[in-house]
């Protein structure tokens, strides 16, 4: 439908298609409801299949500041598609989504609020049962407002900010997890073994990690030194291990 004056004209009408290429990613069986104004685009209703994942969202674009807006709802939804979908890659994180998206900011420098809960979850190579996620990315900085992950019996619990090409400020704790979380997390050589509980709070950058570490192995090794039990206060920089 046609509608407004030749100034303002405004069409409002039904979009389907059956694929659509979107940043990289394959977009199938698509549908929803479209607005185009002079300088925006308003999307409702639409609904597609990214990989084996379902998306329903709406929102808009401005053509005169480049913003946009909206939201999302996903169901089984691979995450590293998604984000790479909002022009907001994450590498090294990958897993099934069910959750909501907040969209805001521009398409040169989108921003996200993101909560649900990610299935077969892996950060930094790392497996996770389980991820309960109240995360903020925003100019390459993740704050993380509540995370908490399941490893089998085990947990994982951390908040803080990650500038992925700058600072880190993170406070990160767990319990009963392979103590192999930590050399993936922090990007180091040393190779930890065992049935880890530690409590972290980890500074540098991104490219160069430090932390505190707080810790309590069983059955465990650091490197190719063994035991049957440690504990003790360690800091960890340039992929050197100090022990206080």
Known sequence: VLTGSLDKPEFNGEVTSRSLK???QDLFDISGTVVLRRNEVQVSAVHFLLGKGQVRASGGYRETDGEVYGGL????????????LLNTPLPGVSGRLDGQVALTGTTVSPALQLFGTLHGGRIKGYSLDRIDLDVALRNHVI??????????????????SADLQGPL????????????ILAAWLDTKSEIQGKLNFLAQIGGTAKSPQAGLSL?????GVTNATFDQLYGLFVLKDDVIQVN
Request: no cysteine.
């Open 73 to 84: 709802s996903v169901e089984n939804t691979e995450v590293s598609a998604l984000l790479s």
């Open 169 to 180: 400020a993170l406070e990160v704790g767990g319990r009963d997890v392979d103590a192999g």
């Open 22 to 24: 979107l940043n990289g």
């Open 143 to 160: 704050t993380i407002n509540d995370l908490r992950a399941r490893q089998g019996t085990g947990f994982v619990v951390a908040k803080g």
């Open 216 to 220: 309590d192995i069983r059955d465990g």
